[in-house]
């Protein structure tokens, strides 16, 4: 008589669930949900602000507001300091043996991998939708692309938090380090945040900034989402959708590769 193996649920089986344990981990901690809210608006408030004179130079688009400046920019870096929290939370998943707890089941790691990517890319689509909200209910947010153009911005937003979020775990599955991904991740992305077309116009930049913001990745991305949301000739889209795919799937298999090995 054969003996039945059981050899385990389906993949897509496997993903669907696991993204459902890492979305329930975050919709259960409200101190987690309300400070992944704040950080973003606190950004938005204090930019909106700070900046708010540079509509009054010769650099800046006459007749634009500043807030329709600088929401699709926020929409890119909040998209961007997100994906680092990928990999920080599957170091912690790591160090609090949950994984290896995971590698004792019949699945396959690589799910593992991808449910994490979606479930953070599922959180930061909801933080990007309450910060359109936020930034049309209280600083009257009135792109001139309407609601098509500022979910677009918002998509390709995603899309760059996707991408991001895939090398960050790579990372993450190769260092097994929470403090030093986040020294890693601060050091990369404020340079990338303030060395580019982010908050100000690139001509208002010193000389030798502007040539460092001119080859940053970011500002052809938040480029890419204002012109969407301002309903301006589109350009840079296919550059920062390419690029993210391109990182995505390098990264992907990077990390699958560092997460394979023992812990």
């Known amino acids: 008589m054969a003996t039945l193996t059981w050899q385990g649920s389906s993949y897509l089986t496997q993903v669907k669930v696991l993204t459902g344990r890492s979305l329930r981990k975050f919709v259960n901690s409200p101190a987690l949900i309300f400070f992944s809210i704040l950080q973003p608006v606190i950004m938005l408030t204090l930019f909106s602000q700070i900046f708010s004179s540079i509509t009054a130079t010769a650099n800046f688009a006459p007749g634009m507001t500043y807030v329709n400046y ?15 929290q990928s990999g920080v939370g599957l170091v912690t998943d790591m160090k609090d043996g949950v994984i290896a707890r995971f590698r004792s ?29 936020f930034g049309v209910l209280v600083y009257g947010f009135n792109p001139a ?23 960050f775990l ?16 601060f050091l990369a992305m404020f340079p990338l945040m303030f060395a580019s077309s982010a908050f100000v ?27 969407l949301a301002l309903a301006q000739p589109v ?5 920062a959708l390419t690029t993210s795919l391109g990182i995505a799937v390098v990264c992907a298999v990077i990390a699958i590769r560092g997460f394979r090995r023992p812990l």
């Open 235 to 239: 350009t840079g889209v296919i550059g």
């Open 201 to 227: 116009p690139i001509q208002g930049l010193p000389g030798w900034l502007q040539v460092v913001a001119k080859v940053n990745p970011l500002t052809y991305a938040v480029d890419a989402a204002r012109s």
């Open 170 to 185: 790579a990372i993450g599955s190769w260092l097994r380090n929470a403090e030093l991904m986040q020294t890693i991740g």
């Open 105 to 133: 089941l019949p699945i396959r790691l690589s799910t593992i991998l991808l449910a994490r990517n979606l479930s953070d890319l599922v959180r930061v689509a909801g933080q990007l939708l309450l910060m359109i909200t």
């Open 70 to 84: 600088l929401l699709p920019a926020i929409l890119v870096n909040t998209a961007m300091q997100s994906s680092l």
């Open 145 to 167: 692309g309407g609601v098509l153009g500022t979910l677009a911005a918002l998509g390709l937003a995603l899309v760059v938090g996707w991408g991001l979020s895939w090398l």
